[in-house]
Every structure is written in C-alpha cells, then in structure tokens.
C-alpha cells in the first residue's frame, strides 16, 4: 500500500465509449502525475499537475483529458480511444523527491 | 535525445548476487531512481543517486558515475520474491516541488531456486 490508490483497476472500452480514471492519495503531495506503461516499453509521461495546475503535457492525443480538482484527486477522462491507447495507466504523486505509484488501471479498448 | 539503456531479462539463482546496468544519455540530471515492480503492481521505490559512488541499503545497493552516464543496482542474498521487473529512471529536473523522471524500459529478473 503506498497512500496512492486508483480506480477501476481493470478496464474494457469500446472505441465509441467515454469512461474516466481515478486516482487519490493520501499522502499530503503536491505533485500528481499520469503515466502510461504498454509491454516492454518505457514509463512514459503523460500529464504533470504541480499544486492543481498542468505544468507538463507530453504531446498527449487530446482523447486524453486530465482533471485536477484538488491537490488530492486526479482524474483521466478517456473518449474515442484506440486500441494501440490499451495499456496500464499510473497515477503518481510526490513531494520532493521519490514518486509514489499507484497500482494503475489495466485499460483494453477494443 | 533521451536515452535510457537496461538489459530486458536475467536470470540468477536463489542466494546469489546480480548486478544490474543502466546507462543514461540525458539532456538535465538531477539524480537517478531505482524501482521494483512486480507484476500486476505499482512500481516501488528502491533507491536513489545523485553524487557518485554507492549507496547502500539492506541487500541492495546502488551505485552512480555520472561522468560515465552509469548506474548498477546491485542485489545480494537473492531470494524468490525477488522476481520482478527493476525500472532504473532518471531526473530531468526538479522543479517547483514536482520533478519529471525518463524511466527505462525495465529488467525483468527471475530468480529461480
């Protein structure tokens, strides 16, 4: 258990579908953060929130959308994905140094 | 570019030592981060360098040159529930309280008995 946690943990969608991810930590960070990791490639970066506000968007497809209503809660609104989009997505969070992950959302878009 | 550079697989046997290699080509450093991730689960964090030279902590260790772009993580004592995937990930910067990691592809270790 690392203070992070994310919801659902497992996802189907069709490509027509809209659904949302969420994530919540409880650890008092101000830092939150959307990775998304496919097999055998990199963590890749996706989102950066610093104290509600985006400061980081890694060229990210615009059928991902981030929300970041408090410093506590992060969420991912999915619409009209790919199946090259499935994947697991991470949600982390940090103060300073080390980033906290939670466990991800197993997402397959068919 | 970015570039981070980790072997994909090893093997080792129960009670030995492995090393681990990562390699970095990177525009900023700002330290560099070793995690473990098992299966199914959210990466957890191992260790951390940002001056050269080892740190070490129970059975692990890692250590760091930054004028070779080099780090290894270094396990001792393997045992079973060490099987998992070990992400070496560096720092391009910290900034205002949140800091961005390039993580490499992973090394998946299977200890085996």
């Known amino acids: 258990e690392t203070g992070v946690t994310q919801t659902p943990r497992h996802l189907v969608m069709g490509m027509t579908n809209k659904k949302s991810l969420k994530c919540e930590q409880h650890l008092g960070h101000n830092a939150m953060y959307w990775y998304k990791q496919s097999a055998k490639k990199p963590l890749e970066l996706m989102f950066v929130y610093s104290l509600e506000e985006r400061v980081e968007n890694n060229s990210v497809p615009s059928r991902f959308s981030p929300e970041c209503p408090n410093s506590s809660h992060l969420f991912l609104h999915l619409h009209t994905l790919q199946p090259e989009d499935s994947a697991l997505y991470l949600c982390?969070?940090?103060?300073?140094?080390?980033?906290?992950f939670g466990p991800g959302t197993r997402l397959t878009v068919l | 570019g970015q570039n981070i550079d980790q072997p994909t697989e090893m093997t080792a046997t129960e009670g030995a030592i492995v090393q681990i290699n990562c390699t970095y080509q990177?525009?900023?450093?700002?330290?560099l981060f070793w995690y473990q991730q098992h299966a199914g689960e959210a990466p957890t964090f191992l260790s951390y360098?940002?001056?050269?030279g080892l740190e070490e902590k129970g059975r692990f260790s890692s250590f760091l040159s930054r004028s070779k772009g080099y780090s290894y993580l270094l396990l001792k004592e393997l045992q079973m529930k060490d099987s998992a995937s070990y992400l070496c990930?560096?720092?391009?910067?910290?900034?205002?309280?949140?800091?961005?990691?390039?993580f490499g592809a992973g090394t998946r270790l299977a200890v085996h008995p």
């Open positions: 990930a560096v720092r391009d910067f910290l900034s205002g309280g949140y800091n961005k990691l390039i």
């Open positions: 990177t525009s900023g450093f700002n330290g």
């Open positions: 360098n940002v001056l050269d």
């Open positions: 982390a969070s940090s103060q300073w140094d080390e980033q906290f």
